[in-house]
């Protein structure tokens, strides 16, 4: 654990929902958030805690976990195969009124996917480069192979509530339009549940997405929050207002649990990942932490 | 049972018409397609066909450019045509010897795009008859170190093409439907390429001879 991140006060269980909601809070408050939803479901005991779960939040890139499950759809139907190749292009039409805009370089994490422009690359490459360095350009031709409509009716499918798929990601003239996709607390973390307890299609789709999410580089967040051992399976999201995370905490013996920490903040504010980190340890300490 | 015929390069030349159903159905060889104005064009009947990625890589249509570079396309195409044997229109030879000629213009490489080669009838970015089924038609996306990705450097390129290469045709540059602003399209039209070992067309449907 972090030693930043290290408590100093006892931490409630998860059962003492008023008091971790203070916990939250308080949190909150010195952090200097606008706005933080948390949801902590525990595969092991099947104890729930949802705070302002039911809050809708821009969902940044958290979206690409629901595009995952999309993916996933469409090879599990056979529409797809995880070697199908994919024509790398960085064109795509906005979801206004479908205008052409490009994915551009400097506000994409990762610049491999970039550096394929006009060659192709395996679907499996594209879902690997979405989540793991959460590639913009990757998300979009994923979703442009698959569908908006397809990745939507897969979520309908799970009867997935609370998040919702609009558009490609970096549609600027859909997010001046206020189209934007959004989620909330709730919605991921029963997302995450679905393939933590591996009932997304089948065993093998499920360890499949697990083993992606698993692979995330960007770990300021809620593993920073943990102690050494954790493994997490999470997706981040962040733009100039929001700082999310949402994953399934792996812990030696232990049957894992779903974190979902979701922030709103001002475009100044700083401090964002180790809020999500300081969340991440709170739910770790109310879930096994001070009774460990 | 197809009945190949030796091509001279070392391709076979097949006859569409004589391919399994699967393939049939993905080529249409000598149908007609309709374009996206309304005019009806007839498919290319014969093609060369390729056996394997190495054979693509080593087999060249023009010294510059190999088989290879004409059959990359992705997930869009049809299904029978993403793995080997591949197909393509004995008039793609034409095509290669026109960008030959581009290349030794522009004295550095030409890159031919994903899906930018040929694409069958049945794939699903075409929508209609395009050149691009025909073998007669390359998105350019990238010359030398150059990505065509403006319509600056897009708009200098199709002007050499137009210099060199008075009937081909070059897509309109901007956003609209139809047009292009990320690579460079030249085409030579719907043509269709007879070699000299194809059988021909069957006389009974064209009764016309000559005196």
Known sequence: MTSRARATHPVPPLHATSELHACFAELQTKAGARAMAVSIIDLETGAEFHCHADRWFHAASTIKVAILLGVFGAIVRGDLLPQSRVHVRNRFLSAVDATPFRVQLDRDANRDVHREVGRTLRVSELADAMITTSSNLATNLLLDIVGLDAVQHTLDAFALEGIELRRGVEDEKAFEHDINNRVTARGLASLLRLIGEERAFNVSASRQMLAILSAQQFNAGIPAGLPRGARVAHKTGDISTVAHDAGLVYLPGRTPYVLVVLTEWDASTQGRSSTLAAASQLAYRALVGDRA | ?211
């Open chain 2, 1 to 211: 049972m197809t009945q190949p015929v030796v091509a001279s390069f070392g391709l076979r030349l097949v006859d569409g018409r004589r391919l399994d159903q699967p393939y049939r159905n993905a080529l249409l060889p000598g149908e007609v397609l309709i374009d996206h104005v309304g005019q009806a064009r007839l498919l290319p009947r014969y093609f060369y066909e390729i056996d394997s990625w190495a054979q693509a890589r080593d087999t060249r249509l023009a010294p510059h450019f190999a088989v290879s570079e004409f059959i990359h396309t992705d997930v869009r195409e049809a299904e029978p045509l993403r793995v080997f044997p591949r197909y393509i229109p004995c008039a793609t030879a034409l095509l290669a010897i026109a960008l030959e000629q581009f290349r030794n213009e522009v004295g550095t490489h030409v890159f031919i795009g994903a899906n930018g080669g040929y694409c069958s009838p049945r794939h699903t970015r075409l929508g209609g008859a395009s050149p691009h089924s025909w073998g007669t038609a390359a998105n350019i996306y990238r010359v030398g170190d150059t990505y065509l990705d403006n319509h600056e450097v897009i708009a200098r390129y199709a002007r050499i093409v137009a210099e060199l290469l008075p009937t081909a045709w070059t897509r309109p540059l901007g956003p609209e439907d139809q047009w292009t602003d990320d690579h460079l399209h030249m085409d030579l039209g719907y043509v269709v390429s007879v070699p000299r070992e194809a059988a021909g067309e069957n006389h009974f449907a064209y009764p016309i001879a000559l005196e």
